[in-house]
């Protein structure tokens, strides 16, 4: 018989996030250095704030498209062979662009570093997008928008931005572009905006791994010599909503087997002030699996695989949503659950245990998502990226500790919007329409696939 | 104690193993860079061993475990290691489930301890509504990863296809609607008593602890578990080394860009061969600068993507599936025309000493980079203990793929590449195609 007895936790043994060291080169370029030596491996990750915010009006997807093509062709070599440079070091370069910034990354083998950096910031430094494979790389992004219309996950949250801002905000269309705006780009767009985007005022290396700080300054100060100086300009951030009005969506898949189901409002910028309260509310409310939307909805009425809610934290305000994929038949009851629970966390505080769980959990997993040298960077990125304090990961513990009942009450009710709705559903209009049509979601427009 | 053996060519993590009495074996890697440990257990049973008119029960069965136990309570299991601030998970394969959490180093014991409560007393906390439920939720899954996703049907089509009938790997994995309708509780107590046993698993611990204090708890924790009866053997799975014939089957499917998988019979997992396997698998397909990408996605521009990978089968046989997605505009006979020429001129002509270079950097960075995680470490050690009794492969794989040479390479391609060992699951739209220009191209590579 295994023993009754459950075990209590041993002393806690102190975890320091890696140190880091943050400097401004000569150049105007950002460095950020994390020495960790527990394998021989190295990662480096170029930051620039060229982002898809900064599309302008009309060319969607520039940005994209500029740092996914930026390694296919520079002035010594083709991107035929820059991909098998690289690769023979051991690397394949990975780069695009999310909503705040363009990255550029390589995690390579220690005694690679040298000549990997090198290539890389040769390359990156004086591009040429070679019009063949900019046309080839428009190709296959207007295959892969294709390919949304058979996907019902993509296009559901695709629909769901178009649908959450109004059309003036660069949020409502794909961060990569959509058909319309890749068709016209041209290669003198993405030229211009490398031109105007790429300088080393904008830029950050962020170098995570086996490699000391010393040795990675000398080599990015080398590598990146000839990157021009300035600063890249930025298009206005507008993240209005589209209507505050309730509405549901119904894009109709006849047959579908499941309903893929989004459901949510505008949110919160990153650097909100409320941003930890927020963070430990949406834990509570679907971000853990022991959340009471996933246990709701998977586990006392099996209706799904998995739900789940999230703020999608950018530097305007990003999508508050609940996430989730159910059978067609149960789709009314499923979202019948999801509001009652938007409400309920809105309407008293949640019980200590529950905040435990969330607060208990966000401190202590923290250790964990920073086993690798990737991790770490990409951590150090988003402190460049959102412009937080250099004590950011030191205190974010504490700042979950922190949070209380009451702060998780106030965070709800300030953040949740139930009246101002957007559902999104992605499945059957003949098997779902009429029983949503019950619940108190707003109005209807059905579309066709 | 750091990973880092000096210089990365000698680059070792510890291993230590041991037995418990009732036949459980164990790994052992320290390692105390960071105050996180990994407790990752395989179960040496997954969907070949389920019995027919049951397909998808040993997935189903790996939900259940995560409903409670003698001591635990459903989903608590979730809860406490989430509250102890860890991340957990289980998965279900051919040939094996995991089990897996990866806890900050104080909550060792939790993990354990949770982990033999449930190999030692699932059956009291098993009820037919916690199984009802649960069967929905893996419908749910079946619908979501499987029928409602564009070419989600793959493997288990891929299976049927290149798997003779009733061979254990040849059904789906995640099961039929109808076999998990009829799954029920005295099933749980069967599978739960043939395959949950101590002699039947692998238990890997790595990260931050102590030895002697790990051994202690694995001990006290797991040591009153009794052994199981043994468990029944698979049918012989040895086959011949290919197909025999073209094999090529064509679906109509939900997708919006034609898509061919191309299936060869390759070499089990851990042999010799299956290095040589796995370096031409990324020589064909991995990153960028391999064949496919270059020939197909670059120059040609036929393909919007293309790559190839190994399922890592350890028994029978495994496959090297290459994976190519038409453009748009590319037809399906052309899709199917293109891929064939590359197979046919690789086996043909063989790769080259740079491409076989190539692909085993692009592998050694990778295998080093995912040793960096505790869980992966753990989970490295769990497959080679299983599988081959010997953990310390996970020290070896390195030197496995350094030793490959073109030569090798191009033997296992000549055997492996050749017509009469190719079976190509080939997806087209179904609307907007025409099904008679689709079988012409059948006719004309049949």
Redesign the interface.
């Known amino acids: 018989?295994?023993?009754?007895l459950?075990?209590?936790?041993?002393?806690?043994?102190?975890?320091h996030f890696p140190n880091f060291h943050d400097e401004i080169l000569p150049s105007g370029i950002r460095l950020v250095t994390a020495p960790v030596?527990?394998?021989?491996?190295v990662t480096i990750l170029v930051v620039v704030d060229a982002g898809s915010t900064n599309d302008p009006k009309g060319k969607e997807g520039v940005a994209a498209l500029t740092a996914g093509t930026l390694l296919e062709g520079s002035k010594r070599f083709d991107?035929?062979e820059l991909?098998?440079k690289?690769?023979?070091?051991?690397?394949?370069v990975e780069s695009g662009a999310d909503w705040d910034s363009a990255f550029i990354k390589i995690?390579?083998?220690?005694?690679q570093v040298d000549e990997a950096t090198k290539l890389l910031g040769e390359t990156i430094s004086s591009p040429v997008f070679p019009e063949r494979e900019i046309e080839?790389a428009k190709?296959?992004r207007?295959?892969?928008i294709?390919?949304?219309?058979?996907?019902?996950?993509g296009l559901a949250d695709e629909k769901f931005s178009e649908f959450l801002y109004t059309e003036e905000s660069r949020y409502s269309k794909p961060d990569e572009g959509s058909s319309e705006s890749v068709s016209a780009l041209s290669g003198k767009d993405v030229e211009e905006f490398y031109r105007s985007g790429y300088r080393s005022g904008s830029t950050t290396v962020i170098i995570t791994g086996?490699i000391s700080t010393e040795a990675a300054r000398a080599l990015v100060t080398r590598a990146f010599q000839h990157w021009p100086s300035g600063r890249a300009p930025h298009r206005q951030l507008i993240a209005a909503a589209r209507t505050i009005r309730k509405s549901i969506h119904i894009v109709d898949k006849p047959e579908?087997?499941?309903s893929?189901l989004r459901a949510g409002h505008v949110g919160l910028p990153r650097n909100h002030p409320d941003f930890f309260p927020t963070l430990v509310m949406n834990a509570v409310l679907g971000g853990?699996?022991?959340s009471r939307i996933n246990?709701n909805l998977?586990?006392?009425?099996?209706?799904?695989?998995g739900a789940s809610s999230f703020y999608d934290w950018r530097r305007g305000p990003g999508p508050f949503v609940v996430s989730t994929?159910?059978?067609s038949e149960v789709t009314a009851p499923a979202l019948r659950e999801i509001l009652l629970e938007i409400d309920r966390i809105r309407g008293e505080r949640i019980s200590e245990e529950e905040l435990?769980?969330a607060r208990?959990?966000l401190?202590?997993?923290?250790?964990?998502r920073?086993?690798?040298?990737?991790a770490i960077a990409s951590a150090l990125a988003t402190l460049v990226i959102y412009d937080l304090p250099a004590d950011y990961y030191d205190s974010y513990r504490k700042n979950v500790r922190d949070v209380s009942a009451d702060a998780v009450l106030q965070a709800a009710r300030s953040h949740l919007h139930p009246d101002e709705l957007q559902t999104i559903v992605v499945g059957d209009a003949r098997v779902i329409r009429a029983s949503v049509s019950d619940l108190n979601v707003g109005d209807m427009h059905v579309h066709g696939s | 104690m750091g990973l880092h053996g000096g210089q990365f060519k000698t680059m070792r993590i510890p291993v230590e193993t041991f037995h418990l009495d009732n036949g459980l074996f164990v790994t052992l890697s320290e390692d105390h860079t960071t105050p996180i440990v990994a407790v990752n257990l395989w179960y040496h049973v997954g969907s070949a061993n389920e019995k027919a008119g049951r397909t998808g029960f040993a997935h189903l069965f790996e939900h259940m475990l995560f409903q409670g136990s003698a001591h635990v309570g459903s989903n608590e299991h979730f809860e406490l290691i989430q509250r102890a601030g860890g991340t957990l998970n289980g998965s279900t394969w051919l040939e094996r489930t995991n089990y897996f959490e990866t806890v900050p180093s104080n909550e060792l014991a939790l993990a354990l301890w949770l982990e033999a409560d449930r190999m030692g007393e699932l059956l009291p906390a098993m009820t037919q509504e916690k199984l009802d439920t649960q069967r929905e939720v893996v419908k749910n899954e079946r619908r979501w990863s499987v029928d409602n996703q564009p070419y989600g049907t793959m493997l288990e089509k891929m299976q049927e296809l290149v798997f003779p009938p009733s061979y254990p790997f040849q059904h789906s994995l995640i099961g039929s609607m109808e076999d998990l309708s009829a799954a029920s509780l005295d099933d749980i107590a069967k599978f739960f008593a043939t395959y949950y046993t101590p002699d039947n698993a692998v238990l890997s611990i790595a990260g931050d602890f102590d030895s002697t204090e790990a051994r202690k708890l694995v001990a006290e924790y797991f040591g009153p578990i009794r052994s199981g009866e043994g468990r029944p053997a698979l049918p012989p799975m040895n086959l011949p080394p290919v197909f025999g014939s073209r094999l090529r089957e064509v679906v109509y499917d939900n997708v919006s860009l034609a898509r061919l998988f191309m299936a060869f019979r390759s070499p089990v997992f851990g042999s010799e061969k299956y290095y040589a396997a796995s370096v031409a698998s990324a020589v064909l397909g991995m990153r960028k600068g391999s064949r496919l990408h270059r020939s197909l996605v670059r120059e040609r521009q036929i393909a919007a993507d293309a790559g190839a990978f190994t399922l890592d089968l350890a028994k029978g046989t495994d496959i090297l599936v290459v994976d190519v997605t038409a453009r748009p505009e590319t037809s399906v006979a052309r899709l199917e025309e293109e891929v064939e020429r590359e197979i046919d001129l690789i086996h043909r002509e063989g790769v080259t000493e740079t491409e076989v270079k190539r692909a085993i950097a692009l592998i050694e960075t990778d295998l080093l980079a995912s040793l960096q995680s505790a869980g992966e470490r753990a989970d490295r050690l769990s497959m080679f203990a299983t599988y081959f009794k010997r953990p310390e492969l996970v020290n070896e794989q390195a030197d496995s793929y350094r030793s490959v040479t073109t030569q090798r390479v191009n033997e296992l391609i000549s055997e492996r590449f050749g017509e009469e060992n190719r079976a190509s699951l080939l997806y087209v739209p179904k609307e907007g195609v025409e099904p008679e220009s689709v079988l012409a191209a059948a006719a004309g590579t049949g």
Request: net charge negative; hydrophobic share 35%.
């Open positions: 018989m295994v023993t009754a459950r075990p209590k936790p041993g002393p806690t043994r102190n975890y030596a527990k394998l021989p491996v991107g035929a991909a098998e690289f690769e023979q070091l051991g690397t394949a995690t390579v083998l220690s005694d080839r190709a296959e207007l295959a892969e294709l390919q949304l219309e058979t996907e019902p996950r086996d579908a087997p499941q893929e853990l699996f022991g246990l998977r586990e006392a009425h099996g209706y799904t695989y994929a159910v059978q435990s769980l208990d959990y401190d202590g997993v923290f250790p964990i920073y086993e690798t040298t990737a």
